[in-house]
């Protein structure tokens, strides 16, 4: 008889996984085993001996895409993006129509300022699965930070159109209507971020230079006292306050 590793629970030899808790026995040449121990530790915050456990399920199987996707996250949570890029195109090369894995390839890309590798790889995430929200955000950041303003309000507008509700959303649109001059398209989407976290004072400062940019002078003034009610400390929206208060006493 031999022992399950996980419940310690007698089973015949020729058992591969435990009949009580449906873990792999103590044999290690089963890649499961090292499947299960890496998963163990993952959930116990053990990463790098998750990292250990799963290199050795690599080391008996190197043909599962999964073991590889698994790797890079396990890699990304420690900060090593290198490594972490490098399973994940391993995993794509053993398995290239699985949305997650570009994904998280595009967040890295972009986490080593690799930005048009980042689109690339969450452009074909959407091409795959055109339903994953999230992917749509992280384009919208890749494409502001690659000064492609345009296509980066298209991608926070389709996020919006399939999450109405998205708070960041909202903002980043704002953001980047206000970056390319169009104060007045900026003001409704500020105004609905103030609406969900009305102590926002990053978002009173916008809202306040896009109602300034377009004549709305009281409401603009509104905006920046509020901010330097919340933060004494704003210096730009208290620059702003007093500039906007001299003018009014001349």
């Not at 073991?67 to 995993?91: C, V």
């Not at 999450?163 to 953001?175: K, M």
Request: charged residues 30%; contains cysteine; negative net charge.
């Amino acid at each position: 008889m031999k022992k399950c590793d996980n419940c310690n629970n007698k089973m015949k030899p020729e058992y591969i996984f435990c009949p009580n808790c449906g873990c792999p026995g103590e044999d290690r040449s089963n890649p499961h085993f090292w499947e299960k121990q890496s998963m163990r530790s993952r959930r116990k915050g053990k990463t790098r001996d998750a990292i250990e456990a799963n290199l050795k399920y690599i080391e008996i199987d190197d043909k599962d895409p999964y073991a590889f996707k698994n790797l890079g996250d396990l890699y990304y949570y420690t900060g090593n993006i290198d490594l972490s890029i490098h399973n994940y195109l391993k995993s794509i090369e053993l398995k290239d129509d699985f949305a997650d894995t570009y994904y998280y390839l595009g967040i890295s890309y972009y986490r080593c300022g690799k930005i048009s590798k980042s689109v690339e790889s969450l452009e074909k995430c959407l091409d795959l699965n055109p339903d994953f929200i999230i992917a749509y955000y992280w384009l919208g950041i890749t494409y502001y930070h690659k000064g492609e303003r345009q296509k980066a309000i298209d991608s926070f507008e389709k996020l919006i159109e399939l999450n109405p509700e998205s708070t960041i959303a909202n903002y980043h649109l704002g953001v980047n209507f206000s970056s390319v001059g169009e104060y007045e398209k900026a003001i409704p989407y500020f105004e609905k971020v103030i609406s969900a976290s009305p102590d926002d004072e990053a978002v009173l400062y916008h809202l306040g230079i896009s109602y300034f940019r377009t004549g709305k002078f009281p409401e603009a003034v509104s905006m920046f006292r509020k901010s330097v009610e919340l933060n004494a400390e704003d210096s730009r929206s208290k620059k702003m306050l007093e500039f906007m208060l001299n003018v009014s006493e001349v």
